[in-house]
């Protein structure tokens, strides 16, 4: 457990993103964290000390002059007895606060009176983010020595504008507070990863090839963001004409049995991610020069042989990687057909994109998946191919650590 014996407090101030805090506690408290609570007053109209409480099983501070509180712990010790203090999510008005010195609450007061390092999430309209006050406030807390993660760009879930200003994800603030608390070490530093990418080409004789449209995108960029983790990363790729992702050993190949082989040559490996389009056939025996066309003669007939899942083969490997997660191409009934692709092939997750309307995910930029596991099935929006595998990595890095 990579926060084991780690102090937190967490100070929840008012905003929507409040509700995101009770997983951020959750994910903390998995990782080994002790997790202290404390709400501003606007933080408990979004949600309630009960279930922070709860959640956190600690008691939650709230007020500055609770008798109670103040003879048991103190807002000082409050503000000491800790490794950390994360504020999420971080208001424009407790930056404000904070930027210039007020304590006139329990979480300003101990935000001004700890020496321990702070990181803020901030959460908040794009146009107040964006505003000269909250820009200025953001420079003075930095040059002060707080810490930032996000905000990110996305739709507000009050007003659906767009743009920068949401919460930091759970999991990208757990990732901040273990690089801060563990020095900087990455999340997947020596954990090994295989991915597979792109398609095969299946011979029929020297020139010519069966193959499909997968261009390796969506493989490349899941290597490369496992190698930004700090992953050891084999990619096995198939034809591809995108380049080499940096930072990760690349084994070129053309056909599936030369995949598999490359695969099962780099176990032992801590996850495996199945990524290409591998043709399900290969012409059964290739002709060794080309095929010549006789002129009034049929053309030849292409037998076909089955080629080895690679995905399964490795699922059910007596060195199988802690992880094994596939994908799934499905026109219809997707999270159905892709629980059934889980079992079948001993995956853990199945990454399903419904490919229907012929949306152009083969080959285009962008993804749309469902993240299909044992317990469940997460439907992820549509987003770009890296964002997609920087979601999947960080799903990795999270498992591995359990
Ligand atoms: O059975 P289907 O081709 O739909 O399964 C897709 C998943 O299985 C993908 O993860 C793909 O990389 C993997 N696969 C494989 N070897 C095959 C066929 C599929 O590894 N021969």
Known sequence: MTLSGKRILLIISGGIAAYKSLDLIRRLRERGAEVRPVMTAAAQEFVTPLAVGALSASHVFTDLFSREDEQDVGHIRLARECDLVIVAPATADLMAKMASGLANDLASTILLATDRPVLLAPAMNPKMWAHPATRRNRKTLSSDGV??????????????????????????????????????????????AIVTSGPTHEPIDPVRYIANRSSGKQGHAIAAALAKLGAEVTLVSGPVTIPDPSGVRVIHVERAEEMRDAVLAALPADVA?????????????????????????????????ENPDILKTIGHHPSRPTLVIGFAAETENVTENGRAKLERKGADYILANDVSHATGIMGGDRNRVKLIGRNGVEDWPDMDKEDVAAKLAARIADALSR
Not at 278 to 288: F, N, P, Q, T
Request: proline fraction near 9%; charge should be positive; aromatic fraction near 2%.
């Open 273 to 305: 991610v199945m990524v290409a389009a591998v043709a399900d056939w290969r012409v059964a025996s290739a002709a060794g020069n080309k095929i010549k066309k006789k002129p009034g003669e049929a053309p030849p007939p292409l037998q076909l042989a």
């Open 147 to 192: 810490r930032f993660v996000g905000p990110a760009a996305g739709e507000m879930a009050e007003s659906g504008e767009a743009g920068e200003g949401r919460m930091a994800e759970p999991l990208e603030i757990v990732a901040a507070v273990e690089k801060l608390l563990n020095g900087g070490q990455k999340p997947l530093a020596r954990r090994k």
